[in-house]
């Protein structure tokens, strides 16, 4: 019976240094592509929000027979967040337990602008006053997406050239 002795080996010092130097090329290739994987997810969140955000202040006029109102936090831009509340005593401002939901400022160093500081629905449902154009969200690509409000309320996607359209700051 021979014994037979094997010698164990493993990597030296320079395969591994050379293997961590491969991959250390390959992660770098894949890190721009993963930014704008990150970038283009935050933006349709950001973009979900606001559209659910609208479509919640138009059913609740509906629902509750009463103006709802989706306020700029800050008053003039929309990136610092928009309060959606309802206007009980027809003021235009929110007062305490008017609120339904209370959006944050957006992330990212996104924008998002609107003509106007406010959208306003009345109880049928329908925009009140002149509420129809275009919020414009945008981030630091030249990319952006838009969300129409028509005056009868009615909220959509901007379509492709309507996107190719619009203009960021």
């Not at 630091?140 to 203009?167: C, F, H, W, Y």
Request: glycine share 8%; aromatic share 6%.
């Amino acid at each position: 019976m021979s014994n037979i002795c094997k010698k164990i080996q493993g990597f030296t010092l320079i395969e591994l240094m050379i293997t961590l130097a491969i991959a250390a090329i390959l992660a770098s290739l894949a890190a721009p592509s993963f930014r704008d994987i990150i970038q283009n997810n935050r933006m349709t969140t950001q973009y979900n929000d606001l559209l659910a955000s609208l479509s919640l202040a138009r059913s609740e006029a509906i629902k509750r027979g009463e103006n709802v109102i989706a306020l700029s936090n800050n008053g003039t831009s929309w990136e610092d967040g928009w309060t959606i509340f309802i206007d009980a005593d027809s003021d235009g401002t929110v007062d305490a337990g008017e609120e339904l939901r209370v959006n944050a400022k957006l992330s990212g160093n996104n924008t998002l602008r609107f003509a106007r500081d406010r959208v306003t629905y009345a109880s049928s449902g329908l925009g009140s006053g002149l509420i129809t154009g275009t919020f414009t969200l945008c981030d630091d690509r030249p990319v952006a997406k838009g969300l129409v409000v028509s005056t009868t309320g009615r909220i959509r996607q901007a379509l492709p050239a309507e996107n190719a359209a619009l203009v960021c700051p």
